[in-house]
């Protein structure tokens, strides 16, 4: 056999097909379990962007002159909404 044949022969697809059935499903379990971890990953990263720009725009409808005294005016006024999107809503002005 020559290398090229041998590294086809020892490659992760190659030992895979070459798998008795019984080993096969316990070989699959690893790579879903990497895809359920990756999608956490991905999760976790999209509500942490998310977050950022909460923050974000928290950071800019305080830093305005009247940002505190409107956000607390808003507040009083409806107090069961959500202060995130007024603030959100004071920062895109």
Known sequence: MSTVQIAQ??????????ADAIVKPIMAVPVLASLANWAV??????RLRELRMRAVRWHTALAQPDGLAALSDALAKEPAGDADARAGGRAQL
């Open 9 to 18: 022969h020892l490659s992760p697809w190659g030992l895979f097909l070459q």
């Open 41 to 46: 990953i991905v999760d976790k990263l999209w």
